[in-house]
């Protein structure tokens, strides 16, 4: 049953699913994957994004509705009302995983990052949503190990905090140049960009 694919709708998660790397859908759903309540599912949308899959609460069992908070769908590059499909995934352990904040924030302690993660799926070169003081902070991850596939934190995974400044392109030669410790995107992430992924995560 791990090869299964079905065809879902994207909705929108409730407030208190955000950030939190999660995803709800109904319990048909989840037996035609022949996934457990807490396993991993692989979301193809433009590009590949993975969730910890939950049941959808009972007033919500809506047949084929998978409910993604907006992080997790500008990481895949889909949209509410989309019909994408989706299948269980094998997930390995993260060994280490390297993080930058996207905007300057309240400083958040490794441990703390570890304990907020942990069983949570990830992929190199996505965003993730951190809750401090009350407000959520976001997070790029640089790099991991094993590389460029999904990944789920253990307690034995080593989190590394790097310094991160958002650049707009045409800065990045520049400012990079001056200072060679700084941490840059490889690709054209623009302020823009982040801004209106904190105002989809907030939708």
Not at 167 to 175: R, V
Request: glycine share 6%; charged share 30%.
């Amino acid at each position: 049953m791990s090869g299964t694919e079905i065809v879902v709708e994207i909705q929108d998660a409730s407030v208190s699913d955000r950030g939190k790397g999660i995803t709800r859908l109904d319990p048909d759903s989840m037996k035609r994957l022949g996934i457990p309540s807490g396993g991993i599912i692989e979301i193809q949308g433009q590009r590949k994004m993975y969730a910890k899959c939950l049941q959808s609460q009972k007033e919500n069992h809506m047949l084929g509705i998978l409910y993604l908070d907006g992080l997790i769908r500008s990481n895949a590059g889909i949209n509410i009302g989309s019909r994408i499909y989706i299948k269980r995934s094998p997930v390995t352990k993260a060994r280490t995983i390297s993080l930058a904040p996207l905007e300057i924030t309240s400083f958040l302690e490794e441990s703390e990052i570890k304990v907020a993660m942990i069983s949570f799926p990830i992929i190199q070169d996505s965003n993730v949503a951190f809750e401090n003081l009350g407000e959520h902070v976001f997070f790029r991850i640089l790099e991991t190990i094993p590389p460029n596939r999904p990944l789920i934190v253990t307690s034995d995974t080593e989190i590394q905090i790097k310094d991160y400044y958002f650049l707009e392109p045409d800065k990045k030669s520049d400012d990079s140049e001056e200072n060679p410790e700084l941490t840059i995107t490889d690709e054209e992430f623009t302020e823009e960009e982040f801004l209106q992924i904190k105002t989809n995560f907030k939708i």
